[in-house]
Each structure stands twice: as C-alpha cells, then as structure tokens.
C-alpha cells in the first residue's frame, strides 16, 4: 500500500476487493457472483449503527433481507434463526457484514440452507465436510467491519454448541466467501477496546502459525508480515482512529492471518476457544490475555522463530525483548493482565485445560498439548506469572 488512496483488487484465496469507499459496489460485486436476493447477516451493534444504513443503501439496488438476531459467542440457535430467516425471505445468498461472529454466522447459514443433517456433523475434524451437500451451499459475500478474525477470507465458522458448552469449528471449502469488499473507512467508528481485541487477534493468528511446526513456508512468510503490521499499525489506529492508511493496513493484516493459520494455530486459540465458550469473553482479547503466557511455555521450542521475528520487526533482545514489547504494548492498550481480570474464574482450570486439549488448534501448538501444559499455561495467565519480563 502506498497511502490512504489506495485502491487494489486481488485474488488470495478469494476476489478481494480494497480501498476506501468500495463499499459503493456492494451490489454490483453481488451481482457478478450471482445474488439477486441476499440475506444482509450482521450483529444486533452494528445493526443499531448509521453505519448500517451505509450498507443497506449500497444493497438498494437488490431485493435485501436483514438478520441480525445473534451473540458476541455465536450458539447454534444463532445459526438456526438464521437459516430459517433465509429460506422466509426467498434468498439466494448471504452477505455477511461485521466482525466474526456476523462473519462467521453469515457463512454457516449459506452452508446449512440446503442441508439436511446437523451442525455439528460437519465440524473440522477428519472429512466431516464431505458428509455436505455440495450442490445447496449459498453463495456469500463478505463486508468486514474489524480488523481481526480474517473470516472474511475463512472457510469456516465457529459455534457454541450449547449442548455441550464447546465451540465447535465448522468447516467446508466451499464456505469460502466468493468476495470481499475490505473498505477501511468502515472499520474508522470502532470502539477503542474492540479495536484493540480484534487487533490482537489478527496477531495471534500470524504468531501462532509462524510457531506452528508443520512445513508450509508460504504461510509462514505471510504470518512474518502479518505480525509486522500488526506490531506497527496497531497503535497508531489506537491512538488515531481516523488514521485510514493504517485502518487498511490492520484490514491487509487480518486478512494475512487467516491465511497464515493454514500452517496451524496452537495454544492461544485451543485455551481461548473453552474460555469463551464458558465466561463469553471477547474473542481476541482473550487470546491477547493469554498470548504471552502461551509464549513463555512455548520458548523451547519456538525461540529461534520469536529471534527471526524479532529482527525483523526491528525489537532488539531477541525472545525476552519481544515479550517485553508485546506485554508493553498490551498495557499501553488497557489489555488486561490476567485472565481473572477478565472475570475467569481460575476454578475453573480442569475444565478449561480438559476442553483445550480436546481442540483442533492444540495440534498445532509447537510443544506437545496436554493436560499439564494447559493447566498450566491457564494457570499463569490467571496469576499474571512471566519469567522473561
């Protein structure tokens, strides 16, 4: 990116559409993927916004319905309301406008439209997504609104299972949205703590996936430059909200690390995932409470990594000096320390840990995932117990 005008169009892994005021072809970008009827999928907060009235007038030209009945920590009620409003409404595809959770819900309705099975039958574990079928996936269009979860260019959607109090991944490739309109100027009226959470998030994909052991160097390579603007365009959208150039750069980022968990992801996301799904704490900020705790049990094996990114953000003091950039830079944004200031209840550690093993993106964790790491990852973090700082 060049400054504040630039406009691009890419294709990595799906049409991207970015720059300021792209949102004004909202329809047309609808049209050329074959929606005449869409769902406009979005959450109660932003449903109550003006920016909202921003969306629907780019969709004026189209027959548009409106859901927005879903949680902060979307449960499969969520799905099914919207499922239902879709097949009310005569729709013919989704566009998914907000955040992750709206992201996420968006994409999981355009998958369960023409199913006939549950859920939960299709989530990311082995070939459940081959149990699909294929031909009744809707096809969906992606608006976000934050800087963070990359599910925009996600083929997949999380979602509580109530049942069992577990976030559940649901995956299918052809959930892969068929654009995207990344529009910084949608992202400028954040509030400060939500830019802060999604920010950290979309670090704490690129982090963990340069951490993760498994050979992929593509992704590896995007999760180096993902960390980078994040670590570098984070704070100056802190301090300056209207800063649009570095509004982009966190849109580019996000995006960057959703590609780059293709390597992995690890314990960050595989403790984030229990505790939300029990204390309904914001995502990202829960992974940005965690993040250092899950580093320091990490360093044996992912020092060398940490001492090449380190270097190349330019933070001098290899592993301990990132750490200590990071825990600085999480104070200076009014992260909380521990996850007991997040309102965790550190009783809860057998639960958690047992439900953080069980996870996807504990496989992806660069020291072997068990119980006893878990427990006490979670347990620093509740204590607020760095070695390295």
């Known amino acids: 990116m060049t400054g504040a005008s630039t406009r691009a169009d890419w294709g990595y892994p799906t049409p991207i559409r970015f720059g300021a005021g792209r949102i004004a072809e ?3 970008i609808c049209r050329e993927v074959g929606i005449e009827r ?12 003006p920016l909202i009235d921003t969306i629907r007038a780019a969709l004026d030209p189209l027959d548009h319905g409106t859901f927005h009945d879903l949680r902060p920590n979307p449960v499969g009620r969520d799905v099914e309301s919207g499922v239902a409003a879709y097949r009310a409404g005569g729709h013919d595809g989704v566009v998914a406008v907000g955040g992750g959770s709206a992201l996420d819900v968006g994409k999981v309705i355009a998958l369960m439209v023409g199913q006939t099975r549950p859920m939960w039958d299709f989530e990311d574990v082995g070939d459940n997504w081959t149990r699909a079928d294929t031909r009744t996936i809707a096809p969906v269009v992606t608006v976000p609104t934050t800087a963070g979860t990359g599910s925009e260019v ?3 959607g999380v979602v509580i299972d109530e049942a069992t109090r577990r976030k559940v991944i649901v995956f299918h490739p052809a959930m892969l949205p ?12 954040l509030p400060r703590a939500l830019t802060v959470g999604t920010g950290l998030d979309a670090l704490s994909h690129s982090l963990e996936a340069i951490c993760s052991p498994a050979f992929h160097p593509m992704s590896h390579g995007i999760g180096l430059e993902g ?20 509004r982009g750069q966190m849109l580019v980022a996000a995006a960057m690390g959703a590609v780059a968990f293709q390597k992995g992801l690890g314990g960050m996301h595989a403790l984030s995932h229990p505790i939300g799904a029990r204390f309904d704490t914001h995502h990202g900020m829960t992974n940005a ?5 899950v580093l320091e049990a990490n360093r044996p094996a992912i020092e060398p990594t940490i001492e090449q990114l380190a270097a190349y953000v330019g ?20 992260v909380p320390h521990t996850l007991i200031d997040l309102g965790v ?14 996870d996807p993106s504990a496989g992806g964790n660069p020291v072997p995932f068990d119980r006893p790491f878990a427990e006490a990852a979670f347990a620093a973090a509740c204590t607020g117990a760095l070695h390295a700082t």
Not at 38 to 49: E, I, M
Not at 178 to 189: K, N, Q, S, Y
Not at 289 to 293: E, F, G, K, S, T
């Open 178 to 189: 068929r654009a995207v309109v990344c529009d910084p100027e949608l992202t400028v009226g």
């Open 154 to 156: 996600g083929r997949a």
């Open 315 to 334: 933070i001098a003091g290899g592993f301990e000096g990132f750490l200590r950039h990071l825990v600085a830079m999480r104070s200076a944004m009014n």
């Open 345 to 358: 209840d550190p009783a809860a550690a057998p639960e958690i840990a047992a439900a953080a093993v069980d």
């Open 26 to 28: 909202l329809a047309a």
């Open 38 to 49: 869409p769902l406009l999928v979005t959450d109660p907060g932003l449903a109550a916004l």
């Open 227 to 246: 960390c980078r603007l994040v670590l570098e365009h984070l704070p100056v959208v802190v301090d300056d909200p209207t800063d649009i150039e570095s």
């Open 289 to 293: 409470v965690v993040m250092p705790y």
